[in-house]
């Protein structure tokens, strides 16, 4: 099979009604690995139970931003620069770039693996909560220092090496191929191993979208995935009132918990002739070499 897929759930530790839906999915091997918000309500929880059955697909989810109403958060480091006036992290990607020190969030980037490390978690990966490193907003970007850290911790990165000309949000950012080949090359130069493609879906409910629609949506790109080791994302959750009342677009957390239950879903994986894998494939498989990596980097950074 050419085509591998990794289904990670993101935001685990966020609640109780998160942790419930992920640890389902991983104990029947539904999905390929969750990541883990160290400075969230349901961290602790989550990381009992991880530690508890020695569960080894589990990564760090790197989270500086806090962007639910009802359900907030602050740093591990308690930095000033990493919080808003109420004393939590930033509700938004932009808020956090304009206002975090680069040494505080350093620092609590640190913080969060110790915690993660410290609780008897393998850590499997790192990702990042919102894309909040990649400077999407600004252009203040904290990947190279990221990187460099994933590299001393000997870990893979959920960070990209192409965009899927499909890809909904991706593919529709202006003058975006550049940057992530530099990243993708800052990566290879740093030893970080990286997949090949990030595939996104919309985060909320699109209007008159239901459950069969959105299942229909995800099973049509089965058939149409690039060749090679791409990642998705899920944030799925069970029923619950409290979160349906207060955190927008629960609904679609519950779908998202549903789907990879569903014959449909587990149908189209086979006859798509996809293979689910996990981070493991990409830290024996996709290491690229770093001196010959270094040497395309610097090349590519002299024609800017």
């Known amino acids: 099979m050419n085509k591998k897929l990794i289904i990670n759930c993101d935001d685990f530790g966020q609640s109780p009604p998160m942790n419930q839906a992920i640890k389902h999915l991983l104990e029947e091997e539904k999905v390929s ?6 400075v969230a309500p349901g961290f602790e929880e989550a990381a009992t139970w991880c530690s508890r059955r020695q569960q080894r697909n589990v990564g760090l989810h790197l989270t500086m931003t806090s962007e639910f109403e009802a359900l907030r958060w602050a740093s591990l480091t308690g930095e000033a620069s990493l919080h808003d006036e109420s004393g939590h992290q ?6 956090f770039e304009q206002g975090a020190q680069t040494k505080a969030v350093l620092k609590e980037i640190d913080a969060q693996y110790e915690r993660v490390k410290q609780s008897g ?12 490193l990649y400077g999407m907003e600004t252009g203040r970007s904290l990947l190279p220092q990221t990187l460099w850290k994933i590299s001393r911790w000997g870990l893979p990165s959920r960070f990209f090496r192409y ?5 909904p949000l991706l593919a529709s950012l202006k ?68 979160m349906q009342a ?19 879903f587990t149908y189209a994986l086979s006859d798509a002739k996809v293979e689910l894998t996990n981070y493991r494939y990409v830290q024996e498989h996709l290491k690229r070499p770093r001196l010959r990596s270094a040497g395309r980097l610097l090349k590519n950074l002299i024609r800017l």
């Open 33 to 38: 690995s969750a990541t883990i918000m160290a």
């Open 90 to 95: 930033y509700r938004t990607v932009k808020e």
């Open 121 to 132: 978690i393998v850590i499997s990966h790192v990702d990042n909560h919102m894309g909040s």
């Open 163 to 167: 965009i899927h000309a499909e890809d």
């Open 175 to 242: 003058n975006i191929e550049r940057p992530v080949a530099l990243g993708a090359g800052l990566a290879d130069t740093f030893g970080v191993p990286i997949p090949d493609y990030l595939l996104s879906h919309p985060f909320g409910v699109e209007e008159g979208e239901t459950y069969e629609s959105f299942k229909r949506s995800i099973i049509a790109k089965l058939y149409s995935l690039p060749d090679g080791v791409s990642e998705t994302y899920i944030h799925p959750g069970i029923d619950d009132p409290w």
């Open 246 to 264: 207060n955190i927008p677009h629960w609904s679609k957390r519950v779908w998202e918990y549903k789907l990879p239950f569903d014959d449909d």
